[in-house]
Nanobody, 115 residues
């Protein structure tokens, strides 16, 4: 399986970005999807997750109310809408697929929040 993230870049504080994660090589609609991030010098942390059918979502406390995870199973794509961005959101964002007996990671996309 393969995951390819896109949509990262430079945003101003208070701005928005939308990340995409294109999946291939596995049954996308059968797996939960997650977004993680890793800031410089810090450990990778879970940002948001969504169940296979998109019914259940969860968020870390630091992004709840600002970020929204979604998916389009017809397009084999997961999304992370990030609003009201803060400098502390600066990190490499990774897409992750958690299957019954496998786990796939993307290579990440860099998000920089700075004025």
């Amino acid at each position: 399986g393969q995951l390819v993230e896109s949509g990262g870049g430079l945003a101003q504080p208070g701005g928005s970005l939308r990340l995409s994660c294109a999946a291939s090589g596995f049954t996308f609609s059968s797996v939960d999807m997650n977004w993680y991030r890793q800031a410089p010098g810090k450990e990778r942390e879970l940002v948001a997750g969504i169940s296979s059918a998109g019914v259940i979502t969860n968020y870390s406390g630091s992004v709840k109310g600002r970020f929204s995870i979604s998916r389009d199973n017809a397009k084999n794509t997961a999304y992370l809408q990030m609003n009201d961005l803060k400098p502390e959101d600066t990190a490499v964002y990774y897409c992750h697929a958690l299957g019954p007996y496998y786990s796939y990671w993307g290579k990440g996309t860099l998000v920089t929040v700075s004025s």
